[in-house]
C-alpha cells in the first residue's frame, strides 16, 4: 500500500493505492461516502489487487486538510482532480459510494473521455441540499465502520458542507456518459437509493445494469463483505472485454 499527498492549491488531499502492476486490468477509483476515508475501504482494495485500485479521501476527512471553507460540490470535484492528474492515469473505472456518488457523477460528466465505467453506491443521481440543522443530527448517527461521525470529521467540517450544500441534478447529464453503468442499491429499509431513484438512473441511462443486495441496507458491505468484491470483478470483466475489442 503506498499513502500519498497531493496539493490542490493550498488544501492537501491523501489518497491510498493499492500499487496494483496488472498493466491488462483498467484501474479502480473509489471515492468515499461523506464522513469516510481511504482507510475504511484498505481490506477491499487489497482484494482487488493486481487491479491497481486508488482510493481519495476528500477534504476535511481521514488525513486530508480540512479548511474552515470551501465544500461546494465543485471544490470536492476539484480534489478528484488534483489527485487523478497527479497520479497520472488516463483512463479508469470510477466508483463513488453515498454522497461520494454525487461528486463522482459531477467528475464523470465533465471528463467523459477519461471515464471507462462508473459504479452508483446506493445513492440517486442527485447532489442534495442538506437543510438547516443537518449537521447536529448527523452527528447523533450511530457509529459508522466502528467509528462515531465526530471521530471520522469535526463538526465545523460538517457545518461548512450543510452551510455550502446546493441541490443539483444529474439526470439529464447522465445521458451525455457513453460508458457501461453499474448501479448498486440495498433492498433493505434503510437503503438510500428507492426503485424510484433507479428508475431516473435507467431513464439517462437504459443499458446499465442494476444490482440489488438483498440483505442489505445502506450499508453496502456487510453483512456480506465479499459480495461488493465479486459484484465489481463482474463489471470489471465486462470494462477489460470491451478494452480488448477496441484495440
Not at 106 to 123: F, P, Q
Not at 198 to 211: C, G, I, L
Amino acid at each position: 500500500m503506498l499513502q500519498g499527498w497531493v496539493r490542490n492549491g493550498d488544501i492537501r488531499i491523501h489518497y491510498l493505492d493499492n500499487t496494483g502492476t496488472s498493466e491488462k486490468e483498467t484501474p479502480l477509483v473509489i471515492i468515499p461516502g461523506l464522513t469516510e476515508a481511504d482507510d475504511d475501504y484498505e481490506e477491499m482494495i487489497q482484494e482487488l489487487l493486481p487491479r491497481r485500485t486508488i482510493v481519495i479521501t476528500l477534504r476535511g476527512r481521514g488525513q486530508s486538510d480540512a479548511p474552515k471553507e470551501g465544500y461546494t460540490l465543485e471544490d470536492h470535484v476539484s480534489d478528484i482532480e488534483a489527485v487523478i492528474n497527479n497520479i497520472i492515469i488516463d483512463h479508469f473505472i470510477l466508483f463513488g459510494y453515498s454522497r461520494g456518488v454525487s461528486y463522482a457523477l459531477a467528475y464523470a460528466i465533465e471528463n467523459r473521455g477519461r471515464v471507462k465505467g462508473l459504479i452508483i453506491g446506493d445513492y440517486p443521481a442527485v447532489h442534495t441540499n442538506l437543510r438547516p440543522g443537518w449537521a447536529d443530527f448527523f452527528t447523533g448517527l450511530p457509529d459508522w465502520k466502528g467509528k462515531s461521525v465526530l471521530e471520522r470529521v469535526n463538526k465545523e467540517t460538517l457545518e461548512r458542507i450543510e452551510a455550502e450544500s446546493e441541490e443539483i441534478h444529474f439526470k439529464e447529464q447522465l445521458k451525455k456518459l457513453d460508458c457501461p453503468f453499474l448501479i448498486i442499491r440495498g433492498g433493505l429499509d434503510g437503503a438510500a437509493l428507492t426503485e424510484e431513484g433507479v428508475r431516473d438512473y435507467m431513464d439517462a441511462v437504459p443499458n446499465a445494469r442494476v444490482r440489488v443486495f438483498e440483505k442489505a441496507d445502506h450499508n453496502l458491505f456487510t453483512p456480506d463483505s465479499g459480495q461488493m468484491v465479486h459484484t465489481f470483478q463482474e463489471f470489471f470483466q465486462e470494462i477489460d472485454q470491451r478494452d480488448k475489442q477496441s484495440q
